[in-house]
């Protein structure tokens, strides 16, 4: 299974939460996915950039990128973040 994250799914949870009046913290990003253990590219990571328009902590958990490879390149989100300015955080009054 190749399981990647659409750039539609977290704008539709988000949209759901908010229509629910759920408040939304922040999202969580598995990479690689657990259980099954495939990656996200760069241009899929590249897709979380929604988290400053919303004003939302970004979690990245990457503990099994060193032990699950099968061959994959795997890409740190930190290493994106790094490289697309537009990622970078946005400080204002609330220090986020």
């Given amino acids: ?5 659409t750039k539609e799914a ?3 949870a988000y ?3 908010k229509r629910n009046n759920v408040k939304v913290k922040g ?3 598995a990479n690689p996915s657990n259980p099954l ?3 996200q590219d760069r241009e899929t990571l590249k897709d979380v950039n929604f988290i400053n328009d919303k004003s939302i902590h ?3 958990d ?3 990128a060193g032990t699950v490879t099968k061959g994959d390149e795997f890409v740190s989100i930190a290493e994106v973040i790094k490289e697309e300015p537009q990622m970078q955080p946005r400080l ?3 220090g986020l």
């Fill in 27 to 29: 999202l969580l990003i």
């Fill in 1 to 5: 299974m190749n399981f990647k994250i």
């Fill in 10 to 12: 977290p704008e539709t």
């Fill in 62 to 64: 990457e503990i099994y």
């Fill in 58 to 60: 970004l979690v990245c």
């Fill in 15 to 17: 949209r759901n939460a």
């Fill in 37 to 39: 253990g495939t990656f």
């Fill in 92 to 94: 204002g009054s609330s």
